[in-house]
């Protein structure tokens, strides 16, 4: 299937969802519940179809080292608004310019696509965008994200003994690109990676309890979700098939608040993706 066509797959998939939206609006509500039920449809609804759609064609991709500096804001806000204003064509030229002046393909996930999701977040807590535009956004760079991905993974894995990890928002998050780019990585160097987006901590703790994992990556996204932690952990360690398991945090949450990892139960904190896939490896039981 083309990237044109699901495109088109999406752009139905959007009016769908926006009936689902005007229906919502009728009934008495609050701003913040409001925020919220659109957010859900645009990962819950939207956002997975894409990720589970079929794989797309890809271009060979520069494996060239990086010979530049990293994207500037100013680019990371461009290329976010190029994700909302202009078509696919022009917003992947723009990732492929940075490829073709040497950056390197992780650099784009860690540094260009990843801030633009947030710089798209953050324009919608500032109301500066509306549901429509950021609904956009984040489709394209979901789009651009699982085209680069199938071409991340074509330069190989790395060879050894199986790894499996379990990378999960924690219940209640309302965006996963985050949370796949780190999977991605994880990939690269030759984890077997199971993605989960649950919708209760039971279902987490249940998938620990089936599955070996010998890591548990868990993304926090909101202060709220750090009340309920510390449980989560503690039923991941008392339940897991895996009776040494790690468990390691991420997600936005660590970039604006000092939390410790020991404090929750947790093994360590992950500042970025690349950072996640080292420090899974160092808590590796060693033979």
């Known amino acids: ?17 926006n009936k689902h939206l005007r ?46 500096k ?25 990732v492929d310019h940075f490829l ?46 699982n085209e680069f ?26 965006h996963m690109l985050g949370t796949t780019i780190v999977a991605d990585f994880f990939c690269k160097k030759g984890w077997q990676v199971v993605v989960s987006i649950p919708s209760c901590a039971n279902e987490l703790v249940q998938a620990s309890s089936d599955e070996w994992f010998d890591v548990i990556g868990l993304s926090i996204s909101m202060e709220q979700q750090l009340s309920t932690l510390s449980e989560l952990i503690s039923q991941f360690k008392c339940s897991s098939v895996n009776p040494r398991v790690a468990v390691l945090l991420g997600g936005p949450i660590f970039a604006v608040k000092e939390l410790r990892a020991i404090d929750f139960g947790a093994d360590d904190i992950c500042v970025n993706a690349k950072h996640a896939v080292g420090l899974a490896a160092s808590l590796l039981p060693h033979v």
């Open 1 to 17: 299937m083309s990237l044109q066509n699901q495109n088109g797959i999406l752009q139905k998939q959007i009016l769908h969802e």
């Open 70 to 94: 990293l994207p500037s804001q100013k680019e990371i806000e461009k290329f976010a608004d190029l994700c909302v204003s202009q078509d696919q064509k022009v917003t992947q030229a723009f």
């Open 23 to 68: 229906n919502f609006s009728t009934h008495e509500h609050t701003d913040s519940n409001f925020q919220f039920s659109v957010l859900s449809i645009v990962e819950s609804q939207i956002i997975p179809r894409l990720l589970k759609a079929e794989k797309i064609r890809t271009r060979h991709l520069s494996l060239v080292s990086s010979l530049r």
């Open 100 to 145: 073709e002046i040497g950056l390197r393909k992780e650099d784009i996930f860690l540094e260009l696509i990843a801030p633009a999701a947030r710089y798209l977040g953050s324009q919608w807590d500032d109301d500066c965008m509306d549901f429509s535009q950021v609904n956009l956004g984040f489709i394209r760079l979901h789009a651009i994200a």
């Open 149 to 174: 991905r199938l071409a991340y993974k074509e330069g190989g894995f790395a060879k050894g003994k199986v790894k499996r990890v379990m990378i999960a928002s924690a219940p209640g998050s309302l």
